[in-house]
């Protein structure tokens, strides 16, 4: 399945931005997915995961109280609200499918383009 993340942009720092995973080819309704980023210079790292029924979510220790990540099976597709944004929250974002059993490594596929956020300060 692929996947391919949209909605990031320039957003200042205390604001706020939606990000959206949508699928394409199959769904992704029985499948773990999750958020990642990667900032100019740094390794990719895990942002935050959700449960193929959403009844679990995992996140990083620097987004947790700021992101929140949500999952619409039936328009399969996988959002990240991100509240009170800072500077170092800028990278490209990537949604996967992510190993249940870790919640915090991509499973399969591959990374797509990803999306970009920036925030100024």
């Known amino acids: 399945v692929q996947l391919q993340a949209s909605g990031g942009g320039l957003v200042q720092a205390g604001g706020s931005s939606r990000l959206s995973c949508a699928a394409s080819g199959r769904t992704f309704s029985g499948f773990a997915v999750g958020w990642f980023r990667q900032a100019p210079g740094k390794e990719r790292e895990f942002v935050a995961s959700?449960?193929?029924?959403?009844?679990?979510?995992y996140y990083a220790d620097s987004v947790k109280g700021r992101f929140t990540i949500s999952r619409d099976n039936a328009k399969n597709t996988v959002n990240l609200q991100m509240n009170n944004l800072k500077p170092e929250d800028t990278a490209v974002y990537y949604c996967a499918v992510v190993n249940p059993a870790t919640m915090r490594q991509k499973y399969f596929g591959s990374w797509g383009q990803g999306t970009q956020v920036t925030v100024s300060s």
């Open positions: 959700i449960s193929w029924d959403g009844r679990s979510t």
